[in-house]
């Protein structure tokens, strides 16, 4: 069973940093597009920040030059970098990854984490 589990998320003061990482556990036969969303109260899932399979990033226009999304390919791990925090970034934060498994047959599919909450106080 495919699982993605998150890690990194907390309170942090204007300004400040946090790292997010996202593992990806079960039998899988290749990822894809890695990346990381984002849902404040109120407010639709955003996109923040793309991986592509292929080595490519696109951000937010919100977070650009503020967040920087990597991938370690062996441990089948994203992460988001997040810098110079501001409130506007509040809100709970999901892994997302495209992913091949051939288990039981070919399935390709959008698997997602469980979130994990990010607070950023003025």
């Known amino acids: 069973q495919v699982q993605l589990v998150e890690s990194g998320g907390g309170l942090v003061q204007a300004g400040g940093s946090l790292r997010l990482s996202c593992a990806v556990s079960?039998?899988?036969?290749?990822?894809?597009?890695m990346g990381w969303y984002r849902q404040a109260p109120g407010k639709q899932r955003e996109l923040v920040a793309t991986?592509?399979?292929?080595?490519?990033?696109n951000y937010a226009d919100s977070v650009k030059g503020r967040f920087t999304i990597s991938r370690d390919g062996a441990k089948n791990t994203v992460y988001l970098q997040m810098n110079s925090l501001k409130p506007e970034d509040t809100a709970v934060y999901y892994c997302?990854?495209?992913?091949?498994?051939?288990?039981?047959?070919?399935?390709?599919?959008?698997?997602w984490g469980q979130g994990t909450q990010v607070t950023v106080s003025s």
């Open positions: 991986f592509t399979s292929s080595g490519r990033t």
């Open positions: 079960g039998i899988i036969f290749r990822i894809n597009d």
């Open positions: 997302n990854a495209d992913i091949i498994t051939i288990v039981a047959g070919y399935s390709r599919k959008d698997y």
